[in-house]
């Protein structure tokens, strides 16, 4: 009798441990999902936002950003578009492609006085530095 309640034991021990669900790592447990380069211009496109227009700089008082980091074709984005025609063709693009963390600046506005500030304003952001120039 002992032997059968310890073996019917065991076996209900068996079975309680595989019903168990299966312990997973903190790291596991976030899939990130995100290529770098979205991850890459989720950052730029932050900074861009917090330092060219929630700060309201009168520098990039006439363009509105229109955010495109949801792409489907692997090229996150954002563009900068003229304040009062939001339908306009795009005078700034920023955007990544594919699983890299290169950032590509393109645009009329490039070619502008204010394409220089960009430029740096970009690199830094890129690299992981999301403070603001504090030339205009």
Not at 67 to 81: D, K, W
Not at 89 to 105: M, T, W, Y
Request: with cysteine.
């Amino acid at each position: 009798m002992n032997r059968f309640l310890l073996a019917t034991s065991i076996i209900a021990l068996g079975v309680l441990a595989g019903c168990q669900s299966e312990k997973k790592s903190p790291a596991s447990q976030v899939p990130s999902g995100k290529s770098a380069s979205l991850r890459t211009m989720e950052q730029v496109a932050i900074a861009a936002h917090k330092c060219w227009f929630a700060s309201k700089d009168p520098a990039f008082r006439a363009y509105r950003m229109a955010n495109e980091l949801n792409s489907f074709s692997g090229t996150p984005r954002f563009l900068l578009v003229p304040a009062k025609d939001y339908g306009a063709r795009p005078l700034l693009v920023v955007q990544a492609q594919g699983n890299s963390s290169r950032v590509d600046v393109f645009g009329p506005l490039m070619n502008e006085s204010l394409g220089s500030r960009i430029n740096s304003d970009v690199g830094r952001w890129r690299a992981g530095d999301n403070s603001c120039s504090s030339a205009a």
